[in-house]
């Protein structure tokens, strides 16, 4: 793990600096080539056995899990990837068993809401795992199936993550640093274990903590940030469910991925979410006009801007976005779904999420500053 002599002098940023800053210091090409494989495996292997659906199932999973690379549990940049692959899985079997059209959708995708708001409080890799969980069922609910149609799909997921996290373990070298995690974890839960069992008051403590899990709740500092995300996603949710359109599970994720404790971060993520996804609609939408709609053609084009989310996914959240916006709508195509009306479709349901998580957080604040005024009248 590097480290540095000083730490780093804070700088001093605008309101809104994340809208115009851009940082290139930032940019990197190693780590986005070494992810790219995986998702240009499972396109193209999709696309040549003449299954592209498949191909972009798996290669959504491997999309997602290469971010897991900048992430950290246990100082470990494979934790991330691995637990983020399994509840991936579990949200995709929930998600497509749930479905869009019914209430079921609101009740789960709050929940996942409210704990990913919680997880925030905890290290960067936890709630970036929480995070996943939460946008994976909301994509998963897109597509109502049985049992082994919601398996069969968790699958690929599973199959597209474990490929991104083999390539990505073997071109970085990480296998030894997880070894070495995986003994430190195993020797700390031991520890916690014998502690445990040679407590003369363990079931008293046990059941005093249960007892007390609500207040604990309260006393967790992104507890009111919870409910606020809850709140947003169940709302937006809900919007989704009685639009009735697939592609409508953007709105609960773009809430979710805008939604901050502080308002202007809130309000520079919409801004960005929003700017940038109306900039890779025309992007690509301008591609798809001027390009031969081969499944290669385009699992190539997904495979590129894959590669160019991930180089630019630090250095703005807008330019991020808008590659983020070519490479699904990219990727969607592979299904035969008519670019221009996916592009169409996650600008509106991007611009409805943004708005929601504004109001919610308007109205967030707008409830505190009354209690505060009554506060001081009293």
Known sequence: MLTTANPPVPVHRGYLADIYTFDWK???????????IAIGVCLFTGVIVGHPSAGLIAGGGAFTIGFGVNQRIADSRLWPMIAATGAMFVSTMIGMLAGHRGFTLVLAAALWGFTYGILTARAAGISWVGQQAAITLFVASAFPADLHAALLRSLL???GGALQILITSLCLSLL??????LRAIRQTSSEELIRLFNSDVA??????????IPQTLLQIPTFPFAIRMSVAIAVSAEIYRHMDVQSGYWIPMTALLVLK???????????LRVGGTLAGAVVSTMFLVHIRPDPLYLAGLAAFFAFCS???NTVNYGLYTLFLTSYIVFLLSLNE??????????????????????????????????RQRRTLQS
């Open 26 to 36: 930032q940019l990197s090409f190693h780590t986005p080539l070494i992810g790219m």
């Open 157 to 159: 997921i599973l199959g």
């Open 176 to 181: 030894p640093e997880l070894a070495a995690n």
């Open 203 to 212: 079931r008293y403590r046990a059941y005093v903590r249960l007892r007390a």
């Open 261 to 271: 404790p502080a308002f202007s971060e809130t309000f520079s993520r919409a801004f």
């Open 310 to 312: 991930y180089a630019t």
């Open 337 to 370: 779904l008519p670019g221009p009306v996916i592009a169409h479709r996650r600008a509106i349901c991007t611009i409805a999420g943004g708005l929601i998580a504004l109001a919610i957080h308007a109205d967030a604040i707008r409830r505190l500053r009354n």
